[in-house]
């Protein structure tokens, strides 16, 4: 079975450019999840969907951040314009359902770098 | 006070050795707890998850829950280089509608 896929894996832009990030959860997951991780951190939650609707997106910045999962499958994030201060991996997990007890699975995170 | 707090470490333990790890939370009336292991440049990938008191143990591997004490911890039996890794306490956080809250990570340190 394959896992969440991320791409891509890297991304370089200068500050005040846009970047967007997309993910494709594993097949049959309704509940997809983007995280962000600085340095030495955990993963915070950014957005949680259960299937097409955005059930918590309490954390996204919204000035700058967006996202959508149009079709309930793949989703993308997208920061416009990006600040320094969002260089980060952002990673995408997907589950089950959200519910609570269920195992997120993570994919390979895109590294951003804002220069 | 965060609401799941982790020591950050490093935490360096002789290779055959126990390593022990714990997680304390905030959140009363959590229910499901995990820990993830994450290595330098990967994602997070669950080893275990835990939603009764008491020991759950899974290969070298043991988680411990103390809802009454709020904590958490992890125990890896028979430490091998290859645990070297960040581990992520995780809670499911019921006030917060069932998110997900991750700790700030453990960073084990194994020496052969």
């Known amino acids: 079975e394959a896992g969440v896929v991320q791409s891509p894996r890297y991304k370089i832009i200068e500050k005040k450019q846009p970047v967007a990030f997309w993910c494709n959860p594993i097949?049959?997951?309704?509940?997809l999840y983007w995280y962000l991780q600085n340095l030495g951190q955990g993963p915070e939650l950014l957005i949680r969907?259960?299937?097409?609707?955005?059930?918590?997106d309490s954390q996204l910045p919204k000035d700058r951040f967006s996202a959508e999962r149009l079709k309930g499958v793949d989703s993308t994030l997208k920061i416009q314009p990006a600040e320094l201060g969002d260089s980060a991996v952002y990673l995408c997990a997907s589950s089950t359902n959200g519910q609570g007890q269920e195992t997120q699975y993570f994919g390979p995170g895109t590294r951003l770098l804002v220069l | 006070q965060k609401e799941v707090e982790q020591n950050s470490g490093p935490l360096s333990v002789p290779e055959g050795a126990i390593a022990s790890l714990n997680c304390t939370y905030s959140?009363?009336?959590?229910?499901?707890f995990f820990w993830y292991r994450q290595y330098s440049g990967k994602s997070p990938e669950l080893i275990m998850s835990i939603y009764s008191n008491g020991d759950k143990e899974d290969g070298r591997f043991t988680a411990q829950l103390n809802k009454a004490s709020q904590y958490v911890s992890l125990l890896i039996r028979d430490s091998q280089p290859s645990d070297s890794a960040t581990y992520l306490c995780a809670v499911n956080l019921k006030a917060a509608g069932n998110k997900l809250t991750f700790g700030g990570g453990t960073r084990v340190l194994v020496k052969p």
């Open positions: 969907y259960e299937n097409e609707e955005a059930v918590d």
């Open positions: 097949s049959g997951h309704n509940t």
């Open positions: 959140d009363r009336v959590s229910q499901s």
